[in-house]
């Protein structure tokens, strides 16, 4: 089942961040940096803070109670100026986070969740879906370019003290009649 996260889920959304954050990290990345980002970006407060926030969904994959998978939508304009460069449909939602359990990979749920995270940016409006994604995650690269995003420029993302490059992907939904 995918249903809207509410204020009750932000504990098992960061116990699933915890397992799920560490798959996207480059191999060489410090145990350190990871830890920080965890912290300063994927703790329960903090999903607290962006359950709390009118401008963003978080969309959860659940089976049994438990949570396997979610994306984070964020219906704001983008600020990096390489992301506004890069972006052709405006307005744009970024799919900020995009995480499933592994578990659960290779089964159709990452699909499922793109769906329905798409349809929730076309309900807000949005021209299209941009995301950034580390140059060297190549399994979600092909997952993204399999749900129909394309490459579209690169910006510079903090993990933790380091600096990684990202790919900017963006995906263009269809025109509401
Ligand atoms: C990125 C992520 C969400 C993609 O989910 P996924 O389930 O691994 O991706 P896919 O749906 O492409 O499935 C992987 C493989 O299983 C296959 N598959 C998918 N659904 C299937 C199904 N129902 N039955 C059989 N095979 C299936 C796919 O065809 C794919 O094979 P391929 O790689 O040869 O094309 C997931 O890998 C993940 O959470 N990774 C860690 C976190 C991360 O990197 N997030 C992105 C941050 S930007």
């Known amino acids: 089942m995918i249903r809207k996260a509410g204020a009750g889920d932000a504990a098992a959304?960061?116990?699933?961040?915890?397992?799920?954050?560490?798959?996207?990290?480059?191999?060489?990345?410090?145990?350190?940096?990871?830890?920080?980002?965890l912290k300063r970006t994927l703790s329960e407060d903090r999903f607290a803070e962006y359950l709390a926030d009118s401008?963003?969904?978080?969309?959860?994959?659940?089976?049994?109670?438990q949570l396997d998978g979610y994306t984070l939508l964020v219906d704001r304009q983008a600020t990096d100026p390489d992301v506004l460069r890069a972006l052709s449909a405006q307005p744009s939602v970024e799919l900020s986070k995009c995480y499933v359990h592994p578990d659960?990979?290779?089964r159709g749920a990452a699909s499922?969740?793109?769906?329905?995270?798409?349809?929730?940016?076309?309900?807000?409006?949005a021209a299209g879906v941009w995301l950034g994604v580390n140059s060297e995650n190549a399994k979600a690269i092909r997952f993204y370019e399999k749900s129909g995003f394309t490459r579209v420029g690169t910006k510079s993302f903090?993990?933790?003290?380091?600096?990684?490059?990202?790919?900017?992907?963006?995906?263009?939904?269809?025109?509401?009649?």
């Not at 699933?16 to 990345?29: D, I, K, N, Q, R």
């Not at 903090?158 to 009649?177: C, H, Q």
């Open 13 to 37: 959304l960061a116990d699933l961040a915890a397992v799920t954050f560490p798959l996207a990290c480059p191999p060489g990345s410090s145990p350190e940096d990871i830890r920080i980002h």
């Open 55 to 65: 401008k963003i969904a978080i969309l959860v994959l659940e089976e049994g109670g």
């Open 112 to 125: 499922a969740l793109m769906l329905a995270s798409l349809d929730w940016a076309a309900d807000q409006g």
């Open 104 to 106: 659960h990979h290779g």
């Open 158 to 177: 903090t993990l933790g003290d380091s600096v990684e490059n990202d790919f900017i992907l963006e995906y263009a939904l269809p025109r509401k009649v």
